[in-house]
């Protein structure tokens, strides 16, 4: 009898496991942006080769499968030729793929090819870069990126370690980005005149290339005595650069920037040979590609729209406080990847591989 | 062909007139690198000072090393498009096929060098024995090479292996080891082109191909092997850049194409082909890393930084062009 009591517990508790495990898979299955229409959908890269577009790619395709009402993901780079994104958005409306996720790596150029998409009936959603012209008439919807959020992200911290003020030099990628100027006001609202920014106005030019970034960072060092910190719109572009600051007898300072593994392996490695070397990342933003797949998926299948319009980057790494992570280092793994993206570290590593 | 042939006859004349025991490009390119470094001293110490010197050094020998490359090229009269591709397969065989397994640098070092070969052969087949442009020839070249990239990468950069950061990266007595490398090349280029019979003929083929050809010089396989040093140079380059940078992009070469072209004419080599100077070529890469490193210091915004550039570049063409016109002057003269 006892047996028989624990075999129709044993059971009802696989029952109810199952059951519950049903419910979990079926919410899983269906997000509440998944609506019921079958559609099938395309991400289009105005330029897809760095590890960054891999992993937002893998990223992309893992949101979009996660409607079960999508019957088809496709894709294709734009290989940073305009003439091939544009004609890329052409061809893969004319495929009959109804629903586009689009990064218009080529800002206005892509406008026209986006509307013409548009007016012929599909959703088309461009996301991150700009196209110019407005939703509903140029396009289903733009998802942005808040990068004053960053800014202000990266300007509260500095004020904790460094409530006195003092030193900051800005370095960003090529020469009047977007990105850097909507950082740097955001930076700039946060910050007072106790904060001196030492580099030219607006940014440090370095196209975020390491060699260039190298260059830069000598110039600087050399120049000036007192960097208290430093704030970078892509961290892995300095872990070449970093080491300059042995080299001239000097610690590492604090440095507020975006994360990557291989930035957080550096921090990991030489934080004890370097006093002042704090770190403080946001997420790189990999993420930005969901809420756009799920703005595009929505549309298309007839789901409810996300709440969110734009995407605000979370704060993933404080050396100081450990929150809301400490400094991540996976040595196992490739250099290349952002752990602070939801796509595993270990299928990261698959999408970084993939030639 | 009447340019090459003044260019032939301007070097002796100038010899005769003013007896100097140094080329007169090389003195061109050493006094304006004195007036740089004075003026950095005037306007931009800390672009002199050690940390920066030691920080920037390796850019210029990577510019140094690329230069003598093209330096080879342009004295066949020739142009080598092809250096951006060249470099960047060198900088990802190193980093993608050792995976950051120092065992696996070796036979990496090997393949990239053996690709290289591969380049400068098909290079120099297309120019010399089929006579393609020589633009049009390395532009192909380059487009293929940038397949090989994106093949072995897949335009993803990988870190670099401890050992080859190391050897490129670090300092013996105080000074970069590419310095050491850039010194090798300029010594092994200028003994091949100044001390050996191959060097000699190699540059009166440039000078003038119709009279070496007449005279029975292998003018083809000449021009042909410019093409394959020009690649193993850049191979060089392209190792070394992989060491000095942690984790180089995929297409690293692209920046170092336009110095490349500047050292060379910076260093007083006629793009219509001939005589060729290593020295200045090298003392040339110090002055436009120092002009660049200065354009930072002083902290001027990027659109200026570029056109300094430019300027300087103008400016050294012009101080050759204007010479060579005083030349033909006198040229006359006694006639």
């Not at chain 1, 395309?42 to 996660?66: F, H, I, M, P």
């Not at chain 1, 507020?256 to 990342?281: E, I, M, R, Y």
Request: hydrophobic share 45%; charged share 15%; with cysteine.
């Amino acid at each position: 009898m006892k047996f028989l009591d624990k075999q129709n517990l044993a059971l009802t508790a696989v029952a109810t496991a199952i059951a519950l495990g049903c419910c979990n898979f079926a919410q899983a299955e269906t997000p509440s942006w998944c609506g019921p229409k079958k559609a099938s959908i395309a991400l289009l890269d105005g330029y897809g080769g760095n590890s960054w577009r891999q992993v937002t790619t893998a990223s992309g395709k893992e949101e979009a499968l996660k409607c079960p009402s999508i019957t088809k993901y496709e894709y294709a780079d734009g290989q940073g030729d305009t003439q091939k994104s544009i004609s890329d958005v052409k061809a893969m409306a004319a495929k009959g793929v109804d629903a586009l996720v689009v990064f218009p790596d080529a800002g206005q150029a892509m406008l026209p090819a986006i509307t013409s998409v548009f007016k012929s009936g599909k959703v088309i959603v461009p996301y991150r870069v700009e196209a110019g012209g407005q939703a509903g008439t140029n396009y289903t919807k733009f998802v942005g990126t808040d990068f004053k959020n960053d800014g202000q992200n990266w300007g509260n911290w500095i004020k904790s370690v460094l409530p006195q003020g003092g030193n900051i030099l800005f370095v960003s990628g090529p020469a009047g980005n977007s990105q850097g100027l909507d950082e740097l006001v955001g930076l700039k609202s946060v910050l007072g005149p106790e904060y001196k920014f030492i580099n030219p106005e607006p940014f440090d030019v370095t196209n975020w290339d390491p060699a260039l970034t190298q260059k830069v960072l000598t110039a600087e060092i050399a120049k000036n005595s007192k960097i208290d910190v430093i704030v970078s719109d892509f961290g892995p572009s300095l872990v070449g650069a970093l080491p300059l600051f042995k080299q001239s007898g000097r610690s590492i300072p604090a440095l507020a920037t975006s994360d990557g593994n291989s930035l957080g392996c550096l921090w990991t490695d030489v934080h004890q040979d370097n006093p002042d070397f704090k770190l403080f990342t946001v997420s790189t933003e990999n993420d930005n590609v969901r809420l756009a797949v799920q703005w595009a998926v929505a549309a298309v299948t007839g789901g409810t729209p996300p709440t969110e319009e734009t995407f605000k980057g979370p704060v993933f790494e404080n050396s100081v406080t450990g929150a809301p992570h400490p400094v991540q280092c996976r040595k196992d793994l490739p250099g290349q990847i952002y752990l602070s993206a939801e796509l595993s570290p270990e299928e990261q590593t698959k999408a970084v591989s993939t030639k | 062909m009447n340019a090459t042939s003044n260019q032939m006859s301007a070097g002796p004349l100038a010899g005769q007139t003013f007896h100097l025991p140094v080329s007169r490009e090389f003195v061109t390119v050493v006094i304006s690198t004195i007036a740089l470094i004075g003026v950095c001293l005037l306007f931009a110490p800390s672009s002199l000072s050690y940390g920066a010197l030691e920080g920037s050094l390796p850019f210029a020998a990577l510019i140094a090393i690329v230069g003598l490359g093209q330096l080879l090229v342009v004295q066949q009269g020739g142009f080598d498009l092809s250096l951006a591709g060249g470099v960047s397969l060198a900088v990802v065989i190193s980093t993608h096929y050792p995976q950051g397994n120092n065992a696996l640098l070796f036979p990496a070092v090997l393949m990239a060098i053996a690709c290289a070969i591969m380049a400068g052969l098909a290079n120099g087949i297309l120019v010399s024995l089929f006579r393609l442009n020589a633009i049009v020839a390395t532009i192909g070249v380059n487009a293929l090479l940038y397949g090989a990239v994106f093949a072995v990468s897949g335009g993803v950069p990988k870190t670099t292996t401890t050992l080859l950061a190391a050897i490129a990266g670090n300092r013996t007595l105080g000074i970069p080891n590419s310095l050491y490398f850039a010194l090798a090349a300029l010594l092994v280029v200028s003994f091949f082109l100044k001390k050996s019979a191959a060097g000699r003929r190699f540059e009166a083929i440039g000078a003038n191909p119709l009279a070496a050809r007449a005279v029975g010089l292998r003018v083809q396989l000449h021009q042909l092997l410019a093409y394959v040093f020009a690649q193993l140079l850049y191979c060089l380059a392209g190792l070394l850049l992989a060491g000095i940078t942690r984790e180089p992009t995929a297409f690293q070469g692209d920046s170092l194409l336009l110095p490349s072209v500047a050292v060379v004419v910076l260093g007083g080599t006629s793009l219509l082909g001939g005589r060729g100077f290593p020295i200045s070529t090298v003392i040339a890469s110090f002055f436009l890393n120092q002009l660049s490193q200065f354009a930072l210091a002083v902290g001027v915004p990027y659109s200026a930084q570029t056109i300094i550039q430019a300027l300087a570049l103008g400016f050294g063409i012009g101080v050759y062009s204007v010479r060579w016109t005083i030349n033909m002057t006198r040229q006359t003269e006694p006639v």
